[in-house]
């Protein structure tokens, strides 16, 4: 039951229109994510990419079973099995593409690369979800995309350019499992998504892993138990806005994420932004702010109680 400080910001963001409240939710899920993949690549350079992706999504499960046994099984007893797994197979497909990758390419150009995401996550919205697309939309993922251009493009002709290429192939597949999600959404609870996503992949992952495996140290286990934490709650956010808003409307604000990511990976590994990158940086930034504010022009006022 909610208190004092937490049920006076359950009420203030009821009040907040649905795509306003769903770029908040995508914004705290890209803050999240930031943070677990730059843990993420530190594990990964001293384990096997598979076996670090398996213990990730191990530990995200873990770390919700206290829920599951608070409130049992019937509580996140999915109405369709079949649509849990599917989405699972697909993310560790995708999975696999960016953990192999991961180790081997800076933060911000990873980010960066993940950012064409939202073309393939638009397309497929409008194509097979029937959501609407206004061209505030269109034109502010096609200025992130730009963007993420003058970021990525002088790195794609040198000697890790195979690696950014792997990282650019995950893309389209995670915006299928992202769209996999937001149907799922009509369905399911967000909880119920989230625990069987982390049970899924775990399971797929685990045949993968145990070919290179390695016994990981203490500090390694502590690690990997604060990515599944940070998964996890990352996973929540992210299924919370895709169940109130359309999945096109949040796109844009995921490019602030590269913003984050060169801090990151500039203090936890040297990784000196670039001046390409803080161009492309300025370029997101200035499209997220302006898509923010015409959704939030374009959304109606909620109704509030008393009101017709």
């Known amino acids: ?47 096997d990419p598979m076996q670090a992706q398996f213990l990730r999504y191990l530990f995200g499960f873990l770390v919700l079973l206290p829920l599951l046994a608070r409130y049992g099984l019937a509580a996140y007893r999915p109405r369709h099995l079949g649509g849990q797994f599917l989405r699972g197979a697909v993310h560790t497909v995708g999975l696999v593409l960016w953990f192999v990758a991961l180790p081997r390419i800076p933060l911000a150009d990873m980010t960066a690369i993940g950012f064409t995401g939202p073309l393939f996550i638009m397309i497929g919205a409008w194509l097979f979800l029937r959501e609407p697309m206004r061209w505030e939309r269109w034109l502010a993922t096609a200025l992130g995309f730009v963007g993420v251009l003058i970021v990525v493009g002088p790195r794609l002709s040198g000697s890790g350019g195979g690696y950014h290429l792997l990282m650019l192939a995950s893309a389209p597949v995670f915006a299928a499992s992202f769209l996999i999600t937001k149907a799922l959404t009509r369905t399911e609870g967000t909880g119920t998504i989230v625990l069987w996503q982390a049970l899924s ?88 702010l302006w898509v923010a504010r015409r959704e939030h022009r374009h959304t109606p006022p909620p109704v509030r109680p008393g009101q017709p």
């Open 1 to 47: 039951m909610q208190t004092g400080p937490a049920r006076w910001l359950a009420q203030r963001a009821a009040q907040l229109p649905p795509t306003l409240r769903g770029l908040l939710w995508s914004a705290a899920s890209g803050a999240l994510f930031c943070v677990l993949n730059a843990l993420m690549r530190a594990l990964a350079l001293q384990l």
């Open 201 to 288: 992949v775990t399971l797929f992952s685990l045949p993968l892993a145990l070919p290179v495996w390695q016994s990981p140290s203490a500090a390694q286990w502590l690690g990997f138990a604060l990515c599944g934490l940070l998964g996890s709650a990352g996973h929540y956010c992210l299924t919370r806005s895709f169940s109130v808003a359309d999945i096109s409307a949040t796109q844009s604000v995921k490019f602030l994420e590269l913003l984050w990511s060169a801090a990151l990976g500039w203090m936890l590994f040297a990784d000196v932004p670039t001046q390409s990158t803080l161009v492309g940086g300025a370029v997101i930034s200035a499209a997220t």
